[in-house]
């Protein structure tokens, strides 16, 4: 008859194993994602400009005859001036405020309105890094405007 004997060292193993994915996986946890999903620090002046800048969806921007729909059509933004933007849909008609290519801002998410913008109601966005987007109405693709937003200049 055959005996087996186990050695001290196949527990030690696995316990040490044990206790370095626990070590491994707490680290994860309470350090990376944290850090990885966190948000950026921005200046308090950009998170709170000096002015809001007002976008009108005026009536009749459903007819695709009307030149206007979004006024102003191109606005420049700067950083810690103007960038908080509110579009107000003056129309009967319900609209949306759609990048052509999707954007996202580090510290706001990402743009565009989510669904339609009622008659009567708002959409607001405060951008907090430079860029340039083109964007439109997904109803009334005709309705399109251009937001530039730079880094303050003094």
Not at 17 to 24: C, E, P, R
Not at 64 to 81: A, I
Not at 127 to 154: A, L, S, V
Request: glycine share 8%; aromatic share 10%.
């Amino acid at each position: 008859m055959s005996q087996t004997t186990s050695s001290p060292a196949y527990g030690i193993t696995i316990i040490t194993l044990v206790i370095g994915l626990s070590v491994g996986l707490g680290y994860y946890q309470m350090f990376y994602l944290p850090e990885q999903s966190a948000k950026p620090e921005v200046d308090e002046h950009i998170l709170h400009p000096t002015f809001v800048t007002d976008i009108n969806i005026i009536p009749g921007s459903a007819l695709e005859t009307q030149q206007d729909n979004f006024v102003p059509k191109l606005v420049n933004l700067q950083l810690g001036v103007d960038n908080h933007v509110i579009w107000t849909n003056s129309d009967e008609v319900a609209h949306t405020v759609t990048p052509d290519t999707p954007t996202e801002d580090s510290f706001s998410g990402i743009f565009g309105s989510t669904g339609v913008i009622l008659p009567g109601k708002t959409y607001e966005f405060v951008f907090t890094e430079d860029n340039e987007i083109d964007y439109h109405c997904i109803p009334h693709p005709w309705m399109t405007g251009k937001i530039i937003i730079t880094k303050q200049r003094f």
